[in-house]
């Protein structure tokens, strides 16, 4: 299905912007649709167009919510234990090692003040986003991908919160929204996955194609006459650890094709990371 809306005001909180086919979804529906984005990252300014509305937000966090919320807790998943266990072995910085140690062990013994709790404590009201018919934001609750003044306000204030889960290993991470009043998922795995692990009642969950596959639809999509092929989407941003796992498992895939004479195909489309610099789209 697709998500059709008409002639509503709405309002997104997001900060991360590596999605290049969210990122034309937006402008899709910015044509009947009034949209302003709300987001601390002022790159936000070089990738929509004019019919987009920005507000960049300089809410600063105190430094004593700073300290908590690192300490704090949130729901204990698996992706957290390995960003703990990445921070401890490959930062280069010895004193965050030294934190990052300190909070794993406060996360295996469950110690700490609920993250959400504490972002209740210190919320701000943002009286710019009553007036919107929707707000939509990202499923996972990190400040790094959403605003949480924005959220609370519309929850507070009835306005329809719409979440969207953009990749599987979104669903595994502790910290996520789970007072939208909708979902938007990208199969019907992913749907039974999402109420598993955080009961979220089936009818809140839709179905919305993948955005990081919209490319496919275009003139650069895979031709289905060409002989077979391994479709690899890489899912790291660039200069980190894991993405140099990535391209460990993509050269040993393509030594054990040379090996086997295979007539498979490896294709590999590179992880859409752009927040760091300006892109032309149409390349």
């Known amino acids: 299905m697709s998500l059709r809306i008409k ?9 991360d ?6 990122i034309e979804f937006i402008e899709k529906l910015s044509t009947e649709n009034q949209i302003t984005i709300f987001t601390n990252n002022p790159f936000a300014k ?23 919320s690192f300490l704090a807790l949130s ?11 990445e921070n401890i072995l490959f930062n280069k910085n010895i004193f965050i090692r030294i934190l990052f140690i300190f909070k794993s062990l406060l996360f295996f013994l469950n ?8 972002r209740k404590k210190f919320k701000k009201n943002n009286k710019k986003i009553k007036n919107f018919d929707i707000l939509f ?58 109420y598993d ?7 809140k969950i839709s179905l919305l194609p993948a955005f990081q596959f919209d490319y496919l639809k275009n003139k650069n999509r895979i031709k289905k006459k060409e002989k077979d092929y391994i479709f690899y989407v890489c899912c790291s941003e660039e200069n980190t650890r894991a993405a140099e796992e990535e391209f460990e498992v993509i050269n040993f895939i393509g030594k054990y094709l040379k090996e086997k ?16 610099k300006k892109i032309d789209f149409k390349k």
């Open 46 to 68: 070089h990738v929509f167009k004019k019919n987009t509305k920005i507000e960049i937000l300089n809410e600063k966090k105190s430094y004593l919510y700073r300290i908590l």
């Open 17 to 22: 912007f590596s999605n290049i086919g969210f």
């Open 197 to 203: 692990r955080h009961n979220i009642e089936k009818r």
């Open 137 to 194: 934001t990202d499923f996972r609750f990190n400040e790094i991908y959403t605003n949480h003044d924005l959220n609370f306000t519309a929850k507070n204030n009835q306005i329809p919160i719409y979440s969207f889960i953009f990749s599987w290993d979104n669903i595994f991470s502790g910290d996520v929204n789970l007072f939208a009043d909708k979902y938007f998922v990208s199969s019907r795995k992913l749907r039974n996955l999402i």
């Open 7 to 15: 002639n509503k005001k709405i309002a997104c909180s997001f900060n």
């Open 75 to 85: 729901k204990k998943c698996s992706l957290e234990k390995f960003y703990h266990i």
């Open 111 to 118: 110690i700490g003040i609920d993250r959400n709790f504490l």
């Open 261 to 276: 004479k295979s007539d498979l195909i490896l294709k590999v489309r590179p992880y859409p990371y752009f927040s760091k």
